[in-house]
């Protein structure tokens, strides 16, 4: 009888898996027929990760509210690169340049993003179709602006960036800057607009610096507004002083100092300090655990005393709650030591110390995974899981659908517009008319194969995907060599999948919403349940 | 004031939009000294050229699949039928050019029957999500033929790539085969007497009477199609599916065979536009076809519900009238330029957009 339940749940685990595990089998055998080393093939999956992965992300919010893949991404993407354009004609260099191209940009993205939610809201029901057409229909405004306007109506001289006749954008725009001379007389030249890397390639000590910084502005903030009465200083507000003093200090010794010039870690150290600040912050929990459980304790009889129906309803459950906490540490605890024990491996060490991760842009990724998870926590992230449930319900429990749905979809532009400017400073140049026309493309088929559907996607399915699918892409010329003894079969390969992997997610959604009615029927009679999962396993 | 309203919802807002800029480009064309039969050539040439592609949705949006984007399976069909018709006809000296014109099309459209009906069945599957799905059908096949193109076994070096002797070329040649036979006059002069007539100059203006032949043939038969029981039935069941359930006709049936008929109408289509054209063009180059045969039709009236064989007429002469006017009169005005690349991606996506707007509006406000 268990033994049945494990195959059941076995079968049940890989019917919902089933693209993610084709990928992996997919994958594998990509990996071994190319025959490339894998030091190799991981340091460019991780570079790939780096570039695409806010851009993957960026999908996740409509989803939640029920719009379905977002096509309408590249809109975002055109936003990025308008503004980087600006940033780059101005010849601002590094991160003010990408401040500067934010500035320029989000506002643009937030106005794209309203436009297209106001335009989904009039096509319910065809939102990915509609967003697929829209993508081309804005390209050709895009183009309209980047070849006649800018130069055209726009009166613009940049040698470098404009075609010879003075109106329209090359088709390349350099990420490393133009040489222009200096303003001094002196007949000397200057490189301006040089944003490449401005993100990969910061050095650590500035970003440690820019961090402190910001805690002691937040913790100046909080004092004004202890001072005024309305807030008081907890424990979180002396260690965060506490941190920002030490890493304060620590960065005036000049050791320090030049160690922290590098721009980014290997994967060995990262993961090194990822486990240590795991580890340290699950002890705190423990040992915070223990003296709650010990103060509460004493606490406890007093309180019996007063109300004993009050301890015998709440006291196991809370009793219940602190032991499966303290488990669940100390089962990370374990497995950080396991995880660290895994890296003393030979083969596994000498991979991991040839995968570079720019730390700033992991940073900002990890960020935005935060991001879509508070705001699942948050009214109007509940709102939006709402009116995806069923826009019916949503509509009767008082919530504005329409204006919920625009909110998702200017989130979800605003990402894809840093997301492709994070992009685009990895990759160094910018191809002018092409380089938004693939994003939504290669950013779903990558959401879907992390297993992620139209109705449902994490930011699991979205991290999963992205190195699933970059893995293909990064192996499958050299697959397609070795077998076919031609690289543009792999390449060719690549494209299919991604487009196949869309058809077959947007096919097998309609189908099982087509079959859902009989589903439901199905679990009343129990008997020819087994026969839909056969028929939907028959795909 | 109501009579100006109702005359403008009669034709539609945007077809009587385009028809007006249409007639605007011509009138410019003229004091900009273009000449005028080349333009008006060009533009005979180019609708006849698109029609039959254009065509291929009538089937598809009767029998209730909505606007075909997959039509592109049937492009590769009829582009699998034309290398295979040029391989043949350059290997063998027996092959003729109307004999190779043959074999196209038999092979095209056999093999868009046999896949349009797979994909007939696929899309019964996908009831109400027909157009995404279609779209990333057409998109995948498209890559697919990518790597067939690769990997044919053809030997003829009008197909193959010169050096690396495997992999067929990007653009091919139909000089040696079929190309021009039912619309170019320099190849039909050559050919015996009835034939020498199917295309010929009436000072300076060429008249592609094959074309004119091939088309109107087609839409006969499209035509005769739906007087026929099976084309009446497909086209209730596209317009209500529940009554003709209820009237005992297979409604699944119907719609699988409405998208064979449009993917054999693609692959005619596409030979048709090849041959007019003068070269086949593989790879990537059909990928965003079916956007403007689609964007043609809806264009000529159509919605993505209704479409009738005027509607393909007027469309095609619209859309494609348009194209090849803003191109000599643009190039007058600023020469080199784009903008009637950038004015098509506009036109064709934005007349898309709106027709959606127009239906799924609709559709939410019948709730």
Known sequence: ?539 | MSKTKHFIDQIGLPRLIIGLFFIILIIASVPLGLPMDAVFSDILRRWLMYSILVLAMVPGIQCGISLNFGVSLGIVCGLLGATTAVELSSQNEGVGPWAALGIALVIGVVLAAVLGVLYGLLLNRVKGSEMTVSTYVGFSIIALSNIIWLTLPFKSGELIWPLQGIGLRNVINLEGSFGGLLSDPTVTSTQPFPLNYLAFDIGGLTIPIGLILVFALCSFFVWIFFQSKAGVAMSAAGENELFTKAAGISVDRMRILGTAVSTILGAVGIIIYAQTFGFLQLYNAPLMMSFQAVASILIGGASTMRAKISHVAIGALLFQGIMSTALPVVNKLMPNSMLPEVVRIIVSNGIILYALSKTRGGHQHEK
Not at chain 1, 3 to 15: C, D, L, Q
Not at chain 1, 64 to 81: D, E, R, S, W
Not at chain 1, 369 to 398: D, E
């Open chain 1, 1 to 539: 009888m268990k033994n049945n339940g494990w195959v059941k749940k076995f079968r049940s685990f890989v019917f919902e898996n089933k693209v993610m595990l084709l990928f992996v089998v997919l994958t594998t055998a990509s990996i071994i027929i190319s025959g490339l080393p894998l030091t190799v093939i991981a340091g460019s999956v991780f570079e790939r990760f780096g570039r695409n992965g806010f851009l993957v992300l960026a999908l996740l919010v409509p989803v939640l509210a029920g719009l379905g893949l977002n096509f309408g991404l590249v809109i975002g993407a055109m936003a990025g690169q308008i503004g980087l354009f600006f940033a780059i004609l101005a010849g601002i260099n590094g991160i003010p340049g990408m401040l500067v191209s934010t500035l320029i940009a989000t506002p643009l993205a937030m106005l794209f993003g309203w436009m297209v939610g106001r335009l989904f809201n009039r096509m319910k029901g065809a939102e990915m179709i509609a967003g697929l057409i829209l993508g081309f229909f804005a390209d050709g405004f895009y183009q309209l602006f980047f070849l006649f306007v800018l130069g055209g109506v726009i009166p613009i001289t940049h040698e470098g960036l404009m075609l010879p006749g003075g109106i329209g954008v090359k088709n390349m725009i350099d990420l490393k800057g133009y040489r222009m001379p200096l303003n001094d007389g002196s007949g000397g030249e200057t490189v301006k607009g040089f944003i490449e890397g401005a993100f990969d390639k910061l050095p650590i000590g500035d970003l440690i610096t820019a961090i402190t910084i910001a805690v002691i502005v937040y913790l100046l903030v909080r004092g004004v507004m202890v001072m005024m009465k309305k807030s008081t200083f907890g424990l979180r507000d002396l260690a965060l002083g506490i941190a920002a003093a030490v890493s304060f200090s620590l960065l005036q010794i000049p050791a320090i100092k030049q160690l922290l010039k590098i721009n980014n870690l290997n994967f060995l150290t990262t993961l090194t300090i990822v486990l240590i600040v795991i580890a340290v912050w699950q002890m705190a929990r423990l040992v915070y655990a223990f003296i709650l459980h010990k103060r509460e304790g004493t606490e406890k009889t007093d309180v019996e005393v007063k109300s004993p129906s009050d301890v015998l309803s709440q006291s196991p459950d809370q009793k219940f709650l602190q032991k499966s906490d303290s488990r669940r540490s100390l089962l990370i605890l374990l497995l950080c030591a396991v995880i660290y024990g895994l890296t003393y491996i030979p083969p596994i060490r000498t991979i991991m110390r040839f995968i570079r991760i720019p730390v700033f842009t992991y940073m900002l990724i990890a960020g935005v995974c935060y991001f879509t998870r508070w705001l699942l926590r948050t009214r109007i992230g509940q709102n939006m899981r709402t009116v995806g449930h069923s826009q019916v319900i949503a509509n009767a429990s008082g919530i504005n659908v329409d204006r919920t749905r625009v909110i998702a979809m200017m989130i979800s532009t605003v990402l894809a517009c840093w997301g492709q400017l994070i992009f685009l400073q990895s990759l160094g140049t910018v191809a002018t008319y092409t380089q938004h026309v693939q994003v939504a493309q290669f950013s779903i088929a990558a959401l879907l194969v992390g297993g992620a559907t139209v109705q449902k996607a994490t930011t699991k399915n979205a991290i999963i995907g992205i190195f699933l699918f970059h893995s293909l892409f990064v192996v499958a010329p050299e697959a397609g060599k070795q077998l076919f003894n031609d690289s543009q079969i792999g390449e060719h390969f690549r494209v299919f999948i991604s487009y196949g992997v869309i058809a077959l997610a947007l096919a097998m959604h309609a189908w099982k919403a087509k079959i859902k009615p009989n589903l439901g029927i199905s679990a009343v009679t129990g008997k020819s349940d087994k026969d839909n999962s056969k028929i939907a396993e028959s795909s």
